[in-house]
Structures are given as structure tokens and as C-alpha cells.
């Protein structure tokens, strides 16, 4: 099928993450928020791997591929 | 404990983006779809890692995530029987075995294999069965998401619409079909593979952190372990008589009716997952589909199963308090992964758990709805309503198909909202036609003898003794009724799960051996030729054309094979 589903994955999973670790950085000084998780900043920490996971998969994908050989 | 959501702005931003995504891969997709092939069977042009996520993410649905959670927090650690016995082999044995027929025959459904490799009226009796347990399928996973969802996000909805009362339940309802046809319409199976592979991913991501900080709130492996009893963390060495374990059932009943009838009947016949393997891009990708989905699918139990042992450890240490269903007073184990959200999730993380199990719920609806649009367009429009059209006709059948089949779905949802008891009937009649099936297929491939009419009628066969074997026996403490026992009660099962093992037993049995005395009683019709590629012993050894050893599929079957094994043997 002619879209790589890497595109779409890695393109949601980088802006949920983008947007988790944010929300991570801002809560990080409110401790009351990650009471019920024990204290685990747990939206850093998911958003920090959504990231890592969604750049993989946008750096894995054809977008990147089909540019490195127009480029050759 | 309460269980509704105080969703934050985060929350409905992260539901509002895969809501984004998913329509976006749908319209995405719609430019390619040309001709019918490309909208039923994804062009056979998909990666096996792709349709291998897809293939266990297919039955990766909510009623799934849901179901074997609460089995979880009943059974303990037997429910992984489920995956580790009940799954890999049958995943094994059609990627080795099987793929080369369906895939090799270009039959575009596991029905059209039927016909080729049987005749018509066996494949007419598998498409029409298939083609309506599909649909009431979706309309199930409809009607759970609709429940589901106005327990834990209420929204106050009371409009008047045409003078009809339009509630929070029908809102719901209404969205997620409406969403799922506009994907499925543009984007046809690739679009429902595709939403599939990312709903693996949501579901994997959002549930890891919820097991990891419930693992780490009782203690880690070992304090989960003190707090159950101990038949409930172990998988076999309870399974020696049907006292010794909470699911009331012993070592043979798992073996062969789990293990060998059932799981080998939905894995290696059911069309919507052969589907997934089917639309791979070549016969190494279409063999590879449910290996590579095999080893996720060992390890989804520790994302399913243990947040359901959790959930009952801490009500053992008090430390947490599960609702009563409604009006009765048994403990409604349904709801224990939105508590455990609600439990451990901050905003933010919650909103990302939700959308995973909304997510599944959507991919459980579209799932059925694109096996049900090839198997009536391909098996039972083409077949029997309007053949020798051209294919851009069949193409546009195809879309309206969709609307069909998700027009029904919601009428379905309605019907099991109204008369539950009706839903019950229908999934014991679906469970009494899948019983014997894997035994016709198993014949069919393995013995070119094998006659038409003797699949035909030791199917018909089969799913008349799955009925009387039902109707003659009981689970202990059930009353007689859809239970069973209707006809004479002569036997009583220690668990209905028991029940349903032997009832798969007995059907398989009496299927096989039907098939075979009605062959010898009938002539084989179709000549060698004809079944040149459907049967084992008339069709070439696959030769894989992986480049490295470590990409062949039969190297992957024995890996998967090892940590299965090596899995049962950690669990014992």
C-alpha cells in the first residue's frame, strides 16, 4: 500500500509524547498530582519513550528512505 | 470506589488527536484504493511485521482486554492458558502448515478456499454462518464501548432529535460508528489493519505503565504472589483435577479442547485474523504474519491479566474495593482495568490508557466489519446475487457493504442492549458452528480423499452434536437453560468452561469421524488436478526466499515455540 503506516504512528506517538513530557515538565514541582502514582512522574517518563518510540519510527520510514536516495 | 473519569483538558487532547489520526490514515489511504482488491484484501501488498501486529491485534479488542482482565482477577494465572497453550501452537501450525494453501490458492477468503478445495454448499454454509457472526460481533463491541463509556465519562446528554430521545448511550454509540465507517469506507482493510497496528502500539504504551506502578504498589512479583491464593498463581501444576483450581477445569480438557479444538478452530479458520496473513505482500510475509504476531502475543497476559491479579490482591489487603454488578451482589470484575486507571493513572497518563482502551474498542468493531465486507461481497454477493460484473462494481459493493455492515452493527447493539438473553443464544449457536470446523479444514488439506459432501455434512454434523452435548450436560450450580440441559441432564461439569472444552471435544470428534465415513461413501468429484495447491500432498514444498536463515519461518516457529514452552515451565 503506498503509505508507510510508519509515517502516521511515528508522527502521533512523537506529538503525544512531545505533549506528555511537557505536561511532565510542568507538574514535575507538584507532588500532590503523582500521589495516586506513587510518586512516579509517569507522564514524563511515558512521554520521554513516546518520543524516543516515534522518532524510531519516522527515522525507520519511507519518508526518509525515498529523500536519502532522491539526494543520491 | 468511584469509577468516573475527572478527565482533564489533556486528557480530551490526546483523544482528540488519535480521533485526528485515525480519520487522517483513512483519508490517507482513499487514493489508492482502485480496484476491489485493493479495498478487500489490502492489495496483498503489506509487510508481515504489519500484518502480523494486526493479525493479534485483531483479537486484541476491548471485549478481550476487558474479558481476560476480569478473568484474571477470577482465575489468576490459568487464564494465560488462553495465549500459551490456546494460542501458539494453532499460530505455529497455520503459518508451517496452512498459509502455503491459503495464500498459494489466490482464494481471496477462507470461505472461496472452501468451495476450491470442497464445493459450494460448503462454502455458502461458512459464509453466511461467518458473514453474521461478524456483524453481531461489531454490534457487541458497539454496545460494550456505549456502556462503557457513559459509566466513566458522563456527559449529560438529553437531546430531542426528530422527536427521538437521543442519550448519552445512542451519543456514543453513534460516534464511534460513524467514525469507524468513515475510515473503513475510505481506507477499506487497509485502513482496519493499519488502526490496528496503532492501536497495538496505544495499548502496549498505555497499559505498561499501569502494570509497572500496580506491580510496584503490592510488592513486586513476590508480594503479588503473598497476597493470592496459591492456585491462582500458578498455570499447570493446579491443573491436575477440577477442585484444585478456580476455573473448575483439568489438564485434558485445556490440552485438547483448549489447546488443540478450539484454538485451532478460531486461529487457523476464522477468517478475520486468516484475513490479516492473507493480505501480506508474499507467501514468506503471509507465513511470517503469525509468527511475528506470536511474540508479542506470549506476553500480552503480563498487560491483561496481571492488572486483574493486582486488582484482587489489593482487595484482599484492603487496599481497594471493587463495585457489585448492578442489582446482584457479585463482584463486577468488567470494570477493573477503568478502576485501576482511575486508581494509579494521573491526567495526562489517564488520558492515554483511555484512548488505548477506546482504541481497542474501535479496532474490535472494525475488525469484524472488514471481514464481513469480503467474505458478502466476495462469497455471497459475487457468488449468489450478482456475478460476471466488472470490478470497479464490486469495488463500490464493497464500500456499501461497509455502510451495510456498520448500519446492522448498530441495530445489533440496540438488540443486545434490549434482550440480552437473545445476544447469549446467539454466541452458543456461533459457538456450536465454530466447534467442528477445524476438523473439515484439517481433512480437507491433509487428505486429497476427502469429499465435499462429507465436509459438508460432518460439519452440519458437528454442530448438531456440539447442541446435543450441550443440551445433555450442566456446569455445576447453573439452571436449565441456555447452559444447557435442555434436552436431558446426564452429566454436570465442575465450571462452564469445562463444559465448553468438551462441548468443542465432542463436536470436533464427531465431525472428523463423520467426514471420514461419508467420504468412503462418496466419490471424489474433484480430479487431482483440480486440487493441485489446496491439498498437502499435491502441492510443492514451499521454498522460503528469505535471505537469512534467521528470517525463515520455520527458524522463527521454533523460537516462538522455545519461549513458549520456556514460559509454561517459569509458570508452572
Known amino acids: 500500500m503506498g503509505l508507510d503506516i510508519k509515517i502516521p504512528i511515528g508522527l502521533m506517538f512523537s506529538l503525544l509524547g512531545i505533549i506528555l513530557t511537557i505536561v511532565g515538565i510542568v507538574t514535575n514541582n507538584n507532588p500532590e498530582m503523582y500521589q495516586q502514582s506513587l510518586g512516579h512522574n509517569i507522564n514524563l517518563w511515558s512521554g520521554i519513550f513516546m518520543i524516543i518510540f516515534g522518532l524510531f519510527m519516522l527515522l525507520t520510514s519511507n519518508l526518509i528512505k525515498k529523500k536519502k536516495i532522491t539526494l543520491e | 470506589m468511584e469509577t468516573t473519569f475527572n478527565l482533564g483538558t489533556i486528557d480530551w487532547l490526546i483523544i482528540f488527536i488519535y480521533f485526528v489520526f485515525v480519520l487522517g490514515i483513512g483519508w490517507a489511504l482513499k487514493k489508492y484504493m482502485k480496484d476491489a482488491s485493493a479495498f478487500l484484501e489490502a492489495g496483498r501488498s503489506l509487510p508481515a511485521w504489519v500484518t502480523g501486529l494486526a493479525f493479534i491485534s485483531a483479537n486484541l479488542g476491548a471485549l478481550e482486554v476487558i474479558g481476560m482482565a476480569a478473568s484474571g482477577a477470577k482465575y489468576g494465572m490459568m487464564t494465560v492458558h488462553f495465549y500459551w497453550i490456546g494460542a501458539i501452537p494453532a499460530m505455529i501450525f497455520l503459518a508451517i502448515f496452512m498459509m502455503p494453501f491459503y495464500y498459494g ?188 504476531g506470536a511474540i508479542p502475543k506470549m506476553f500480552i497476559p503480563f498487560l491483561v491479566i496481571i492488572p486483574g491479579m493486582i486488582a484482587v490482591a489489593l482487595t484482599n489487603i484492603d487496599a481497594l474495593e471493587l463495585p457489585l454488578k448492578e442489582g446482584t451482589m457479585q463482584t463486577d470484575f468488567d470494570k477493573v482495568i477503568p478502576i485501576l486507571l482511575v486508581k494509579y493513572m494521573p491526567v495526562g497518563a489517564l ?61 445489533t447493539a440496540y438488540v443486545a442492549r434490549s434482550f440480552n438473553n437473545v445476544m447469549d443464544f446467539l454466541q452458543l449457536i456461533f459457538a456450536f458452528i465454530n466447534a467442528p470446523l477445524f476438523a473439515a479444514f484439517l481433512l480437507g488439506m491433509f487428505w486429497k480423499r476427502t469429499t465435499g459432501h462429507a465436509a459438508f455434512w460432518g460439519l452440519i454434523g458437528g454442530t448438531v452434536a456440539a447442541a446435543i452435548h450441550h443440551g445433555l450436560t450442566l456446569p455445576a450450580s447453573a439452571a436449565v437453560g441456555i447452559k444447557g440441559g435442555y434436552i436431558s441432564l446426564i452429566h454436570t461439569y465442575p465450571s462452564e468452561m469445562a463444559q465448553n472444552f468438551w462441548t468443542a471435544i465432542y463436536a470436533f470428534a464427531t465431525c472428523l469421524i463423520l467426514t471420514i465415513v461419508i467420504t468412503f461413501l462418496t466419490k471424489k468429484l474433484k480430479t487431482d488436478d483440480q486440487l493441485r495447491g489446496l491439498v498437502y500432498s499435491l502441492t510443492p514444498k514451499v521454498v522460503d526466499d528469505s535471505r537469512y536463515w534467521y528470517q525463515k519461518p520455520g527458524f522463527l516457529a521454533i523460537v516462538v515455540g522455545v519461549v513458549a514452552l520456556a514460559l509454561s515451565i517459569i509458570f508452572w
Open chain 2, 105 to 292: 490458492s489466490k482464494a481471496r477468503s477462507v470461505p472461496e478456499y472452501l468451495k476450491l478445495r470442497f464445493d459450494e454448499k460448503t462454502r455458502g454454509f461458512n459464509a453466511f454462518a461467518f458473514a453474521i457472526m461478524t456483524v453481531f460481533s461489531s454490534g457487541i463491541s458497539m454496545y460494550a464501548l456505549a456502556v462503557l463509556a457513559q459509566v466513566i465519562i458522563p456527559l449529560e446528554i438529553n437531546w430531542h432529535i426528530l422527536g427521538m430521545q437521543i442519550g448519552e448511550f445512542d451519543f456514543y454509540l453513534f460516534v464511534s460508528a460513524l467514525i469507524v465507517l468513515v475510515y473503513m469506507v475510505l481506507g477499506g482493510l487497509t485502513s482496519a489493519i493499519y488502526n490496528e497496528v496503532l492501536q497495538f502500539f496505544l495499548i502496549v504504551i498505555g497499559f505498561a505503565p499501569l502494570v509497572i506502578i500496580g506491580l510496584i504498589d503490592i510488592g513486586g512479583w513476590q508480594g503479588l504472589k503473598e497476597k493470592l491464593p496459591e492456585n491462582m498463581i500458578h498455570t499447570w501444576s493446579v491443573a491436575g483435577s477440577p477442585d484444585a483450581n478456580p476455573m473448575g477445569v483439568e489438564w485434558f480438557g485445556i490440552l485438547v479442547g483448549l489447546g488443540f479444538v478450539l484454538s485451532f478452530g478460531y486461529w487457523c479458520t476464522n477468517f478475520l485474523v486468516v484475513q490479516r496473513a492473507m493480505a501480506a505482500g508474499s507467501m514468506s510475509a503471509a507465513r511470517k504474519t503469525p509468527l511475528i
Open chain 2, 351 to 411: 488520558g492515554l490508557g483511555l484512548t488505548a482502551l477506546m482504541a481497542s474498542f474501535m479496532s474490535g468493531m472494525a475488525g469484524n466489519v472488514s471481514a464481513f465486507n469480503t467474505v458478502f461481497t466476495y462469497d455471497i454477493y459475487q457468488s449468489y446475487i450478482v456475478p460476471n460484473k466488472p470490478d470497479n462494481h464490486y469495488l463500490k459493493v464493497g464500500r456499501w457493504t461497509t455502510v451495510f455492515g456498520v448500519l446492522v452493527s448498530i441495530l
